[in-house]
């Protein structure tokens, strides 16, 4: 089954801050965090593994709750480059192939 | 660079024609997958692939077959499209096992009229 992601999209003005929720119905093994600019294939993130960890680069980072089975990823004061859509991924076990959630339109103004 | 390649990148075909995709890699990774994109299901995975004829369905693959005869090549198969498999459709790669990193390739846009 689908992961959830919430918001379905969000508008920021530069140097605001945005949240972004991907829950599943299924306890994960591993989440996934994508990021993909219109007309252009998704770009891989960070992926976050079973034990709560939490992650993160420049002003981007995500936690997994795994008791929860949630993940969500932080933008911190967001830069016009990180309009796109963000996808989380979700697996079930080691094994498995990634679910991918719906997708989350982000768009930063000036 | 990933090293992946799709063709043809774009196409238009008629309901009930076949139609074949093509994903070729230059890195000899075992692991390749098909996705399709439609808006508001995200990316879904059509069928894979962990090595040379060892293949296997995704969670929307009826309708398609794929075939992999050489570690670089990844084939999707439409064996008689529908206007329902109108989509953009990703090859993606995953150099460090099952559940690593995918690595995608820039997508290949069909049109079923």
């Known amino acids: 089954q689908q992961p959830v992601q919430s918001p379905q999209a969000v508008i920021l003005r530069e140097g605001e801050d945005a949240v972004i929720n991907c829950s599943s119905s299924?306890?994960?093994?591993?989440v996934h965090w994508y990021r993909q600019k219109h007309g252009e294939a998704p770009v891989f993130l960070m992926i976050l593994l079973k034990g709560g960890e939490q992650k993160g680069h420049d002003k981007i980072s995500a936690s997994f709750n795994e008791k929860k089975q949630q993940s969500s990823l932080y933008l911190t004061a967001s830069q016009l480059s990180y309009s796109g859509t963000y996808f989380c991924g979700a697996s079930e076990s080691a094994g498995n192939m990634l679910t991918f959630g719906g997708g989350t339109r982000l768009m930063v103004k000036p | 660079d990933a090293g992946i390649t799709q063709s043809p990148r774009h196409k238009v075909t008629e309901t009930g024609t076949p139609v074949t995709l093509r994903c070729h890699q230059t890195e000899n990774h075992r692991y390749m997958y098909w996705y399709r994109q439609d808006p508001g299901h995200g990316l879904r995975l059509i069928h894979y692939?962990?090595?040379?004829?060892?293949?296997d369905k995704g969670e929307v693959s009826d309708g398609y077959s794929v075939s992999r005869s050489k570690t670089e090549d990844f084939l999707l198969t439409l064996e008689s499209a529908t206007s329902s498999q109108t989509s953009v459709y990703f090859c993606a790669i995953n150099p460090s096992g099952r559940t690593g990193e995918l690595f995608f390739g820039e997508g290949s846009r069909l049109t079923v009229l």
């Open positions: 692939s962990y090595g040379v004829k060892d293949t």
């Open positions: 299924k306890a994960l093994y591993s």
